[in-house]
């Protein structure tokens, strides 16, 4: 660039300067970039000739050129002094704040400019750059058009139009206007067919967009030779990731890995490694990516990039601690690198420290206006701190000729990262169509949600259940649980919830009340295994006491759609069988194979079905079969309301109180009240 300023410079100054033939080499030092060895020159020629303006203005931009603006500033200011009204060393002084990047200064002087000399090309230029250095895309292009038509011919004017074209390219892009980017990027091809700067940008910009087919094919474009096509290679093994094809996107990294041994490039090989271990991570091979980062820190020691694949293998594997230690480390080295504030963001969030996350977004914004991902991020932590509310309608019909409707509306109000508060009504009408036996139930709580510490969680909620049926009664109702996550990838609940046998309308009116006493435990792996357990011990206000395991061991296929399949085991015991009034064996046991699959059918609308099928057997009846399954989609109508339609069966023992056939519709409807937490403006200063 500084070359390219040189040569900018060397046309504004007029023939006469090339009558002088014995400052002809300087001429040509500053033509070819070497600014100081120009400035050694014409120090030297100003000591033999002491007042020649034009040694003085090759000096001055020698000086400037060759990293200090402000005495080349001086030194022109000077000139001026002398020649009040020389264009040459006027639009001299005037780049020299551009060397500065004094834009603001620049800019009134190159106005004036242009004002005084509409039909300099030099100055007509000079105010297109100052513009859009002050990112004044628009105004930047008008006066580089004019500076076109002053000269048609002339290169660097054309060069000025395709860097203007390319900032106002990435302004659009920030701003989300992607149609207005492309167009502005596909424009530099009429000047520079090719060129690697705008396909480098239009390539991003599909990626971004997603259009991961036509970032591709731009890559592709790039490849012409064996360097761009290692960097070709890089771009596509990303374009393969955001496709979801990440087998592929190994592929062509491992190509472009293999294209290194001919190539003397450091920063070039750098990002090819870099690429090869995020691919190795995108596919969950955690042990090669680790020896690959290993191998790679040996030869190249305090390097961002190494830090931020070991953050990024740490948001993989869930070790959050060195996630957040390589980030900061970033962040020491380069406090505006993007990777560095935006991945500190996430691993805050993972680490569930919400309000440190979301300073570190802001920070983030902060830095790059308006950039998408952090926007998203921002937006995400909203989703999960704004005021709710919702309702949930549900319509049950089961074998023994039991049918119920009940609906629960629920609102929930975040009053900071770490307290809410919530209120819940659910009315549930139970009936019996043999025996005609009818009841209804009104159950309202209050309810506490409270983050003790990062990862630490208390929830309480107390009520009272009012059931009516030829008589009636009121009954509270408690739920007080412990939510917490002990050690990386582990996920453990103590809880204890005092509810009302309310199935149906013969328990409604028998006044069964359940204290039960709870344990959940998961544990997850780096592998795609993973195991539940769920043990309850429950005594009810008849006597009965009931105890229940239920474990599942369960794999992850496929990420997206997610694909999981297990075994499940349930053991049940009742210290009393009263077989006439609820389902209640000695001992129950379940064995099921299952199938879980979610999915996307578009952005806005996602699907899920559950499958599972196996034996059952009843204290030392004959085993049965069993067959449990449930669908849904949602739908997200907008960015704050959202709705989800779902049906299940389930002819397992346990899953009803009166029967082996249990069948459920409900919808479910979700609205966000307002776009930001309540808290928002106290976070986002």
């Not at 100003?46 to 050129?65: I, M």
């Not at 990002?271 to 190249?300: D, H, M, S």
Request: neutral net charge; glycine residues 4%.
């Amino acid at each position: 660039m500084l070359r390219f300023l040189a040569i900018i410079g060397l046309t504004l100054i007029t023939s006469n300067l090339l009558a002088q033939e014995d400052m002809a080499p300087g001429f040509q030092l500053l033509e070819n970039g070497k600014f100081d060895k120009a400035e050694s020159f014409f120090e030297d020629y100003l000591e033999q000739d002491p007042q020649n303006k034009t040694a003085k203005l090759c000096y001055g931009r020698a000086v400037g050129l060759n990293g200090d603006p402000k005495k080349a500033t001086a030194l022109f200011g000077s000139l001026k002094d002398s020649y009040p009204n020389d264009y040459e060393v006027t639009i001299n002084y005037n780049e020299s704040f551009l060397w500065d990047k004094q834009y603001e200064k620049a800019k009134p002087l190159y106005k004036d400019l242009v004002t005084d000399y509409p039909d300099k090309f030099g100055a007509v230029l000079g105010y297109a750059n100052t513009l859009s250095n002050l990112k004044e895309y628009e105004e930047a292009l008008v006066w580089v058009n004019k500076a076109i038509d002053l000269n048609p011919e002339n290169p660097s004017a054309k060069v000025s139009k395709k860097y203007i074209r390319l900032g106002y390219a990435n302004e659009y892009t920030n701003a989300q206007k992607y149609k207005e980017a492309e167009h502005l990027l596909l424009q530099i091809f009429e000047d520079f067919p090719e060129d690697k700067d705008a396909l480098t940008n239009l390539a991003n910009l599909y990626l971004i967009t997603k259009e991961t087919d036509k970032a591709k094919a731009i890559y592709w474009r790039f490849a012409t030779n064996k360097k761009d096509s290692i960097t070709a290679r890089n771009g596509i093994a990303l374009a393969e990731h955001i496709a979801e094809n990440d087998k592929e996107a190994l592929k062509v990294s491992q190509r472009a890995m293999e294209s290194l041994n001919s190539v003397n490039d450091t920063e070039l090989i750098e990002r090819t490694n870099n690429r090869y271990v995020q691919a190795l991570i995108w596919n969950r091979q955690f042990g090669k990516a680790k020896k690959q980062i290993e191998l790679l820190e040996k030869t190249n020691p305090d390097r961002n990039w190494i830090r931020a694949s070991k953050a990024t293998l740490g948001m993989y594997t869930a070790n959050f601690k060195m996630s957040l230690k390589n980030y900061r480390e970033i962040l020491e080295k380069d406090s505006t690198s993007f990777d560095g504030n935006l991945g500190l963001a996430n691993a805050l969030f993972a680490s569930d420290r919400i309000k440190p996350a979301y300073s570190a977004a802001f920070q983030t914004l902060r830095i790059f206006k308006n950039q998408k991902d952090a926007q998203g991020f921002i937006e995400k932590l909203n989703g999960l701190h704004v005021p709710t509310v919702q309702d949930h309608a549900a319509y049950t019909f089961d074998n023994g000729n039991n049918v119920a409707f009940s609906n629960t509306i629920n609102g929930l109000v975040p009053w900071s990262t770490k307290f809410k508060t919530s209120v819940s009504y659910q009315y549930r009408n139970t009936e019996n169509t043999i025996t005609q036996n009818k009841a209804e139930s009104h159950v309202f709580t209050l309810g506490v949600d409270y983050k003790l510490m990062p990862n630490v969680n208390l929830s309480s909620l107390i009520g009272v259940n009012n059931s009516r049926f030829e008589t009636s009664y009121s009954q509270p109702v408690l739920n007080f649980k412990l939510a917490l996550k002990p050690y990386r990838l582990q996920n453990l609940e103590l809880g204890y919830q005092r509810e009302m046998q309310s199935f149906n309308a013969d328990l409604i009116e028998r006044e069964i009340v359940m204290d039960n006493y709870g344990l959940t435990y998961n544990l997850g792996t780096n592998i795609n295994l993973g195991w539940y357990t769920q043990l309850m011990h429950t005594r009810q206000s008849d006597d009965n006491i009931r105890n229940l395991l239920f474990t599942s061991l369960y794999y992850s296929v496929f990420r997206k759609p997610a694909l999981k399949v297990g075994l499940n085991y349930q053991y049940i015991t009742f210290k009393d069988q009263v077989p006439t009034i609820y389902f209640s064996p000695e001992i129950y046991r379940a064995g099921e194979v299952f199938a879980d699959l979610r999915g996307d059918f578009s952005e806005k609308t996602k699907y899920n079905f559950s499958a599972a099928t196996g034996l059952q057997r009843v204290q030392n009846d004959p085993q049965t079969a069993i067959f449990r399954a449930e669908a849904g989609i949602t739908h997200q109508f907008n960015k704050r309301l959202s709705g989800n339609l779902y049906g299940k069966y389930s002819n397992i023992a346990s899953a009803t109180a009166a029967g082996f056939e249990f069948t459920e519709v409900g919808l479910k409807v979700k609205w966000q009240l307002q776009e930001k937490p309540i808290f928002y403006a106290k976070l986002d200063n």
